[in-house]
């Protein structure tokens, strides 16, 4: 009897503790299930994403440019309209500001030197972001929500973006790729003052971002209003339009450092833009070929002479060429014999 309560006894503890284990492991499963989800979502986004080149480490020649882009200027209208939400139309801002918000895409710190930098240690919290600009947010359960009214899709007229300009060796084209943006703020205009004043925001690194910017839809023009471009469409395709205001260089300094007026930053910018067509139209040489400009005029002009006739004199030779010797006949005969193919006939006296 007493083996028989045992039994019974050491039954029930194992059928309690089977029946508590998964419990237990349906919580950290359902855990898993959920950080899974995410992910999947992420990597489903990357595979629907239409991936582009990506640039070669071992790039032989490479050149990174800062460029700001005026979201006032018609080329860049579309990444600005429509300014606040149309049903499922929204502007660039206005999408990024939601992935960051959701935690789909990390923003990293606006450094004073201008520089973007994609560590961890510089990644820019959420809610430092939102206090640091004076948006309006509402905080529930850790989650932070931002009406569409509140967000600053308005003041955001202005972006800066970096580019690398390099030469891929292995098609031996030369390409150009967006790899980071830095949405601005334009503050402090009002009806006592004109100049606004540059708040930037936040770096994103591009590849984080292009598989959604793949999804958000683009109107590029006033004449057709079918959205048949994305976000990343633009981008890759260079249809913005921005001047030059930072190059990587050994100083890091910026154009403005170096150049006192607008007209020296303005000759910068072309000597720069100068540079960049040079070196691509050049680069199949040896180091920079030389200037065959006048070679080809010079070519171009003896082709034209070769195919010119030979001009022809107005009123006959000047020079009348010397008669053949045992030719006797005379210079009105000469003439004559050229008007008549006839034969000569001579008539001679007769004696008596």
Known sequence: MKRTLILITVTLLFAGTANAQPTKSRVATA??????????????ASLMFPTTATMP????????????????KDKNAPMYYPVEPM???????????????????????????GNESFDEKDKLPVKEMLERYGIYYEENNGK???????????????YYIKESIYMDQRTGTFK??????????MRGADEFSSDATPYPLFWVNYDDIAPWLAKLPMMPSDLNNVTN??????????RYEGQ???????????LHNYCPTDSDMVAEQKRIEKQLGDFEKNVWGSGFLPDTTKKDSLDAEMATKEAKPAKKPLFGSSRTPRAKSGDTTTKKEKSEGTASAAPRVSARRQRR
Do not use: H
């Open 31 to 44: 855990a898993k299930t959920e950080q899974a989800g995410k992910s999947s979502a992420t990597d489903r």
């Open 57 to 72: 480490e071992d790039v032989v020649w490479k050149r990174d440019i800062y460029r700001q882009l005026d979201l006032t």
């Open 87 to 113: 049903g499922r139309q929204v502007n660039l801002f206005t999408y990024l500001f939601r992935l960051i918000l959701t935690g789909r895409v990390n923003a990293y710190s606006y450094k004073l030197d």
């Open 144 to 158: 932070m929500t931002v009406a569409d009214s509140d967000v600053p899709s308005a003041e955001a007229t202005r």
């Open 176 to 185: 150009t790729k967006v790899t980071a943006l830095c949405p601005v703020l």
């Open 229 to 238: 471009m994305t976000a990343d469409d633009f981008f890759t395709m260079n």
């Open 244 to 254: 030059i205001y930072k190059t990587n260089n050994m100083q890091g300094k910026m």
